[in-house]
């Protein structure tokens, strides 16, 4: 665990507006940029409101898929020649595709020679950010992850160079989104804080967002999942998002996170709702190795920390209390692929060498099974 003393570097974008009606800068903006070809990157419900944006008539990609991959990326990339600036609007597969779009746009590059960590090259174009949904926290991210076809697996690129020029965080744009992806991408942006919260590289600067995050996604979440229309509930949603997006950078995820990408890749469960199923067992697992903190959490969420049991239960009747079902078999996995994905999960080493305890293949199976 770090301490005060430790170095740490935190990046955020050049620009952030952030509250409801700021989308409303957006067009002032680009035209005080400079900028006369805008891109947008957008999945099919978000490509469909364009005119919210205020740009007028606007070329756009707006065909991402959840848990994109390779090929969708390659499409966008291409769609994107000749524009000069990137707008990802949508969740985090929207906004994590406008970030490689941006480094890979115009330039002779494939994602195989920028994956990884610095290795995407300086920008041609300039980079916006505006989230629909409450849950990445991508918007104020370095890092985008897409999925290989061959290999079932995620492919993380991080690099400075996509972290966005603007940021527009406006609540009003999550007004619409229903109960059940309010209530997965809740957990998600919750999950991000609290495994930073936990992780081996903690570290005090990061420890306030993420404490934070995880308070606001206590008292808020339920509230907008009962009612859309909470404008409370949603801004403190999105800033609870946000947190969980300054988490991300220099501190990152751990088991949480590896043991749902399984469950994106093969069964193509939407990021949110994969998180929400492990989020409870591995934060029950990881209770012993950092008691204190994982107390800290469970009153966030309105529960008790007692054994291994108590802390799962608890945690498992936070997310069911939002309409969850919490069972693997009832989102169609296959009790035969556990032992599989275990062993994926267990090899995703960038996440869980920084879990704050270590996990066997046999420890993530028996995770799995309880979960199923």
């Not at 959840?66 to 990326?73: F, G, I, M, Q």
């Not at 606001?216 to 009962?226: H, M, S, T």
């Not at 949603?237 to 969980?244: E, I, K, P, R, V």
Request: glycine share 10%; charged share 20%; hydrophobic share 45%.
């Amino acid at each position: 665990m770090h301490d005060l003393t430790t170095p740490i570097e935190l990046r955020r974008p050049a620009l952030i507006h952030y509250g409801s009606g700021t989308l409303a800068k957006l067009a002032e903006w680009v035209a005080a940029s400079g900028y006369t070809a805008p891109f947008v990157v957008a999945d099919a419900v978000n490509a469909a409101r364009l005119p919210v944006l205020g740009l007028g008539e606007v070329a756009c990609f707006g065909t991402v898929v959840p848990e994109p991959d390779s090929e969708n990326l390659a499409a966008a990339v291409a769609a994107a020649k000749g524009a000069d600036l990137v707008i990802g609007f949508g969740g985090g597969s929207a906004m994590d595709l406008a970030k490689l779009v941006a480094v890979m746009i115009d330039q002779p590059l494939g994602l195989a020679d920028i994956s990884g960590p610095n290795r995407a090259p300086a920008r041609k174009v300039g980079l916006v950010q505006i989230p629909t949904t409450a849950g990445t926290g991508s918007e104020v991210g370095t890092r985008a992850l897409v999925t290989d076809p061959a290999t079932n697996s995620k492919i993380a690129t991080e690099s400075p160079h996509m972290l966005a020029d603007l940021a527009i965080i406006d609540p009003d744009l999550t007004m619409t989104v229903p109960p059940h992806v309010t209530a997965a991408t809740g957990v998600d942006a919750m999950a991000h804080c609290a495994e930073a919260f936990t992780s081996k590289r903690a570290h005090p600067l990061i420890d306030g967002y993420a404490l934070q995050g995880i308070e606001l996604v206590g008292r808020f979440l339920r509230r907008a999942v009962e009612n859309g229309e909470d404008t409370e509930a949603r801004a403190g949603l999105s800033l609870a998002a946000f947190y969980g997006g300054i988490c991300l950078g220099p501190v990152n995820t751990t088991a949480g996170h590896a043991l749902s990408y399984p469950l994106g890749t093969r069964y193509k469960l939407p990021h949110g709702i994969a998180n929400a199923l492990i989020f409870p067992h591995v934060l029950a697992a990881n209770a012993a190795a950092q008691p204190a903190k994982t107390a800290m959490i469970a009153k966030a969420l309105g529960f008790e920390a007692g054994s291994e049991a108590e802390i799962r239960d608890g945690a498992t009747a936070f997310c069911a209390a939002l309409g969850l079902d919490m069972r693997l078999r009832a989102h169609g996995v296959d009790a035969a692929d556990l032992r599989a994905m275990a062993e994926e999960a267990h090899a995703i080493r960038r996440l869980l060498d920084w879990n704050p305890r270590d996990l066997s293949v046999d420890e993530i199976e028996d995770i799995y099974r309880r979960a199923f």
